[in-house]
Each structure stands twice: as structure tokens, then as C-alpha cells.
């Protein structure tokens, strides 16, 4: 029996929200590492940081830096993930967390396996 893996792609406003939030990732990578030369920019954008903040920027530029990354990565791979978990066989579905909200038991998946083998072979033998 054949098993084809998929993602199940994210909706289109969860999709562009994931773009966006790469975007505003880079800029802030992008501010970080340019430091204090950074300032103009930022305030065209109408962001203002003390003094003190742009030493802890310098100070701490590394960890500041990691921390947007993976900050950044998570959300994103939240706004990516649906959850589908989803089972069919010959285009029969035989489960879907999607529709239930939850995983299924190897049972259930078994027992829906083989139902749909039964309706399959029961609508190909001739009468």
C-alpha cells in the first residue's frame, strides 16, 4: 500500500502574515547589527530609543540578534503549522483531525483502512 506524505498548506492571510513577520525580522537583524548608524532610519520610522538602549544594543548585540531569530522562527512556524493530520485511501478520507479536532487510534485507523479495502473491492466484483 502507497503512503504519500504532505503538507497541508496554511491559509493565504496566515501564509502572508508568516512573509511580513520575516520581513520585520530582517529589519530588526538589520537595525541591530547597524547599531547607532541605524538611528536616522529608525526614526523616519518613527521609533526613538534612548541612549541607554542603544548601549544595551551594542552591549548585547549577539543575544538581542539570537533572540529575534528564534523568536521569530517559532511564531512564524506557528503561523505555518494547520495541525492537519490527515488519513484516505483511494481518495476515501478515512480521517481527519482537521474535522475532529483530534489524533486518531491506531484502531480507528485500521478499522477505517479496512472498510474502504471492503467498499473497494465490494464496488469492483461484478453481480
Known amino acids: 500500500m502507497p503512503i504519500k506524505l504532505a503538507n497541508h498548506p496554511p491559509t493565504a492571510l496566515k501564509g502572508l502574515a508568516a512573509q511580513a513577520l520575516l520581513g520585520?525580522?530582517?529589519a530588526a537583524l538589520a537595525a541591530v547589527f547597524a547599531g547607532r548608524q541605524a538611528e536616522p532610519w529608525l526614526a523616519r520610522a518613527g521609533i526613538q530609543l534612548p541612549p541607554e538602549a542603544w548601549r544595551a544594543v551594542e552591549?548585547?548585540?549577539?543575544?538581542?540578534?539570537?533572540?529575534?531569530?528564534?523568536?521569530?522562527?517559532?511564531?512564524?512556524?506557528?503561523?505555518?503549522?494547520?495541525?492537519?493530520?490527515?488519513?484516505?485511501?483511494?481518495?476515501?478520507?478515512?480521517?481527519?483531525?482537521?474535522?475532529t479536532g483530534r489524533m486518531p487510534?491506531?484502531?480507528?485507523?485500521?478499522?477505517?483502512?479496512?472498510e474502504a479495502i471492503a467498499a473497494a473491492g465490494a464496488s469492483a466484483s461484478p453481480m
Open 24 to 26: 520585520v525580522q530582517l
Open 105 to 114: 487510534s491506531m484502531a480507528e485507523v485500521v478499522a477505517g483502512i479496512a
Open 59 to 99: 552591549e548585547k548585540k549577539l543575544m538581542i540578534c539570537v533572540g529575534i531569530w528564534f523568536v521569530g522562527n517559532t511564531v512564524r512556524q506557528n503561523l505555518l503549522s494547520t495541525g492537519a493530520f490527515e488519513v484516505s485511501y483511494g481518495g476515501t478520507p478515512i480521517f481527519s483531525k482537521l474535522d
